[in-house]
């Protein structure tokens, strides 16, 4: 076939697709085809502007390494993370709702016993974490994995000033007690923005949208038999609850940090300083057992 116009050329492509023997290549490769195709015919882009679309695609690439994944950071900021997340995570009766991973998550972060504080070196209001792990009727779930990490009180992640700071901090992996609970003290995160000194930020500016995430805890649950759960929780009364630079924001996952005096706080410690608190109790789905692997 030859001759190729605006009209016959998304038929000839699809055409040429026909034959992949993998059945899921196959409809992902047709949908991406009808779908780059409608966008075009519906925007109608000069050669300039096709040109700049492909220098923004370049560009995003070459802002990758293994520190940072511009590519994902603009599947966050263009909704799509909270699309696939939602696809593959449905809200279920009694399990905790899921939310982005983020760039700043650490496989390795150190372990530590409950009770412990993980802020290192790190000033701000203290924090104490109390927190329970069951499933989805109720049933606790000892020795559930617990990893958590947040930013400090100004915005900033252990991992995005190590040459200052020396050490990991404000990150940590817990086990689950007995009853299916974790505790554990730090400091109060802040709000901060994405990285937004690449051309994601140039979008946002572009499209006149602001940067900033409201204030969270991240936490990411494993258990032998049940779904790995990532989430985090957010801080309420934050400005930015309602316009999350990454749509991350669920109702279910807000809670108040409570404001406490100085004294003997809820894990039997004694402060001499006020704090601040966070309950939250967090169910994880089994394994459906079609999935299990034998
Ligand atoms: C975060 O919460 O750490 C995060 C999530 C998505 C993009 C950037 C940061
Ligand atoms: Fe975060």
Redesign the pocket.
Known sequence: MRNFNENIITDAVLERIKGASDLRIKQVSEALVRHLHAFVREIRPTQNEWEFGIEFLTRTGHMCDDKRQEF??LS??LGV?MLVDAINHPTSEGATETT??????VQAAPEKQNGDDISGIMEGDPLLVTGSVSTVDGRPLPGAVVDV?H?DDDGY?DVQQLDKIGDLAMRARFRADDNGRFHFWSIKPAP?P??HDGPVGDMLEAQGRHPW?PA?V?FMISAPGFEQLVT?VFVAGDKYLDSD??F?VKDSLIRTFEQCPPGKAQDGRVTDKGYFHLNYHFGLRQVPYGARRV
Request: hydrophobic fraction near 40%; charge should be neutral; avoid cysteine.
């Open positions: 994902i950071l966050d900021t993370s982005v991973l983020g760039p700043f998550f990490w930013s992640y901060y994405i990285p995430r969270h991240h985090h630079v990454v991350g």
